[in-house]
């Protein structure tokens, strides 16, 4: 209850909140966006632990308090209005106006023929996946090209490592994906935005991951060598993982929010629903994750996320030209990491007996002394 009691709290105030915006049926749609933004953010919790146990416990709270207000309102209620108002060159208060006014029927145009914002921001999805797409692929690629001590798919990640040994070949297979889709799945008059988005979001990637490693190093450089516990980021490395966590959080927002409108438009009860409901339960995940020190307990389950991510990422650029259910997204990330927690429950069962085996052999060997 420590660590979820927040999130419960949060969901009862914007059930309520939800309730008296737009009575039972708002109640409903807000119930089901929470659900559906937890589902399809498992992943990110699990990834998001990894990060955060590499930071120090100040940026740890930074990212658990000004973070999570970023991901509400920044990434679910401004981030949508923000593409509406950009692509369409809209100003922001038509742009939230017609969030707030949405057509008849759950029309896509009104009357007079001009686009609904919904329609407005799925107009929009081609360069959103592109760039979602690219970052989160570019994040996989990085992560099982190189060498692991533990591996999970053993038969398919220690090949993977051995190629990874060339240079950048985890950016090379990220533009390859970029203009495969751009070519092959984009129509035709979103080729060349798909293309930009994309390399925008390998460009972005490179950038905010570079710097936190650039200023971890000359933080640290000074350090001692020898064994000794990871060394907690801090200062200026932490602020480029704090905006590598906000990048991801986006990336991981996009199937989210764009699936929330095959259910509302209305963007008051996407913020409720994905935003304080959904994003709330992720942040006390992230938590427990961290303060039970799970990911080193059940050592598959940060390999399940990764792999989670990958599918992810390919959904994304699929989405590019052919849609894809968002409940088909949210399964795959789940199963991935269904599949590695039963795995690392196995592996640990398979080691104590061992070890309780090996007891009675060390028991019995004659005595040195």
Not at 41 to 64: K, P, Y
Not at 74 to 102: C, Y
Request: hydrophobic letters at 55%; glycine letters at 8%.
């Amino acid at each position: 209850m420590r660590i979820f009691g927040l999130s419960i709290l949060v969901t009862v105030l914007s059930l309520i909140a939800a309730l008296v915006y737009g009575g039972p049926t708002a109640l409903v749609l807000c119930a089901i966006l929470g659900i559906l933004e937890v589902s399809l953010s498992f992943d990110n919790a699990v990834i998001n632990a990894s990060i955060l146990q590499r930071m120090s416990e100040f940026w740890q709270r930074i990212f658990l308090t000004v973070g999570v207000v970023i991901a509400v309102f920044g990434m679910r209620l401004v981030f949508p209005l923000a593409i509406v108002w950009i692509t369409a060159g809209l100003s922001p208060t038509r742009a939230f106006d017609l969030a707030m006014n949405p057509p008849a029927d759950g029309a896509l145009t009104f009357p007079d023929g001009s686009a609904s914002y919904e329609k407005l921001l799925t107009d929009a999805h081609p360069q959103i996946a592109a760039f979602g797409g690219a970052f989160l692929l570019l994040l996989f690629f990085n992560f099982i090209l190189e060498e692991h001590e533990v591996t999970w798919l053993g038969w398919i990640e220690r090949p993977l490592a051995r190629l990874g040994k060339l240079d950048m070949l985890a950016v090379v297979l990220t533009l390859a994906g970029i203009v495969i889709a751009a070519e092959f799945i984009a129509h035709d008059d979103d080729r060349s935005t798909v293309l930009l988005a994309g390399i925008l979001g390998v460009i972005t990637y490179i950038l905010v991951d570079g710097l936190g490693s650039l200023f971890h190093t000359e933080e640290n450089s000074g350090a001692e060598s020898g064994p000794s516990e990871v060394v907690k980021a801090t200062g200026k490395a932490a602020f480029f993982l704090f905006l590598y966590l906000e990048v991801l959080d986006a990336s991981f927002s996009f199937d989210g929010v764009i699936g929330a409108f095959a259910i509302t438009s209305d963007p008051i009860l996407i913020a409720l629903g994905l935003g304080l409901i959904g994003a709330m339960f992720v942040r006390s995940i992230t938590v427990y994750l961290v303060r039970k020190g799970t990911l080193s307990e059940y050592v598959y389950l940060e390999h399940g996320a990764f792999w989670a991510i990958g599918a992810l990422a390919v959904i994304l650029l699929i989405t590019i030209g052919v849609h894809v259910n968002e409940v088909i997204s949210g399964l795959v990330g789940v199963a991935f990491i269904g599949a590695a927690f039963i795995t690392s429950i196995i592996r640990n069962r398979r080691e104590e007996a061992e070890s309780d085996d090996a007891e009675p052999e060390l028991e019995k060997s004659p005595s040195l002394s």
